[in-house]
Nanobody, 122 residues
Framework: QVQLVESGGGLVQAGGSLSLSCAAS?????VAWFRQGPGKERESVAA????????EYAESVKGRFTISRDNNKNTVYLQMNSLKPEDTAVYYC??????????????????WGQGTQVTVSS
């Protein structure tokens, strides 16, 4: 069982930036960042295949967020720029088992982190 640990959340003013990290305890396949805001359902923010050739973003974050990964470090990142109050949420990283195939728009992942709070003040 692979463990995922997120870090990097915090409080930032609107227009600011934050960088999230998700460290995995072992090799992982496709990864994704999800978020769940107050009173909202969990939504996918960004996803990336293991090799990085497939990348998807939610329309609401395109041009502002960037997902990346370092497979040598088993770590996934989410760079968030031009943050808005509506980006306030608990952010979770998810990962698929190593060796599994990429599936566009997938919402089911094998491993999940505990979440990190991102709060954007207006």
């Amino acid at each position: 069982q692979v463990q995922l640990v997120e870090s990097g959340g915090g409080l930032v003013q609107a227009g600011g930036s934050l960088s999230l990290s998700c460290a995995a305890s072992g090799r992982i396949g496709a990864v994704a960042w999800f978020r769940q805001g107050p009173g909202k359902e969990r939504e996918s923010v960004a996803a990336m295949s293991r090799g990085g050739f497939n990348i998807e973003y939610a329309e609401s974050v395109k041009g502002r967020f960037t997902i990346s990964r370092d497979n040598n470090k088993n770590t996934v990142y989410l760079q968030m720029n031009s943050l808005k109050p509506e980006d306030t949420a608990v952010y979770y990283c998810g990962a698929r088992q190593y060796g599994s195939s990429w599936v566009s728009g997938r919402t089911q992942y094998d491993y999940w982190g505990q979440g990190t709070q991102v709060t954007v003040s207006s």
